[in-house]
């Protein structure tokens, strides 16, 4: 049960600092409000659960065999009820509810895809322990980082199908998207990592 409590925990911070960076108009920041807040917590719940608090991330690493389908439906379910804490508290901060634009063309999907390939390409590495424990939250989120500044660049950058909820950015690119991404970028890193 710890580990899916560290979930919830980690996906409500990463997703209510995302929620109040957007509220707040520092849109430009947000991707570096978000790699911090990752990275972060990959140095404190890492050694619980993972810290994938990103329903793409859990799905590609059940994909891998990586994660079990209990505690995969465990998490999943944790994330999702973290980014709904994020999203109750942050109109209560913000008292208003965010106006995200979410447009629903296939270069949205196509931006949320790339950005989540290179989060989870980031992410692989370190679960493969190409990555010293030591550097591990860098990477991570370092690789958050980039991958939502390609995403930001003609989406809202998310990468995150339980961010997308925390704003309201509800939509199948932004929720298929990511875990798209997500899949290829583990694959994709355990083909070369072999």
Do not use: C
């Amino acid at each position: 049960m710890k580990k899916y409590i560290a979930e919830l925990i980690g996906t409500f911070a990463l997703a209510f600092a995302i929620v109040l960076s957007l509220g707040l108009g520092l849109r430009i920041a947000t991707p570096l409000v978000a790699g911090l807040v990752l990275g972060l917590f990959v140095y404190t719940i890492g050694p619980i659960s993972g810290a994938h608090l990103n329903p793409a991330v859990t799905i590609a690493a059940f994909s891998l065999k990586r994660l079990n389908p209990k505690d995969t439906v465990g998490y999943l379910i944790a994330q999702f009820a973290g980014a709904g804490l994020a999203l109750a508290i942050g109109k209560a901060f913000l008292l208003a509810p965010l106006a995200m634009q979410v447009e629903s063309t296939s270069i949205v999907g196509l931006a949320e895809v790339m950005g989540a390939f290179f989060l989870a390409f980031g992410i692989a590495a370190v679960m493969h322990k190409k990555v010293s424990d030591q550097a591990a939250g860098l990477v991570v989120g370092g690789s958050l980082l980039l991958g939502a500044m390609i995403s930001g660049t003609v989406a809202n950058g998310l990468i995150n199908p339980a961010v997308a909820v925390a704003v309201g950015s509800v939509n199948m690119y932004y929720i298929l998207g990511p875990i798209v991404g997500a899949i290829i970028g583990m694959w994709v890193y355990r083909a070369l990592a072999k």
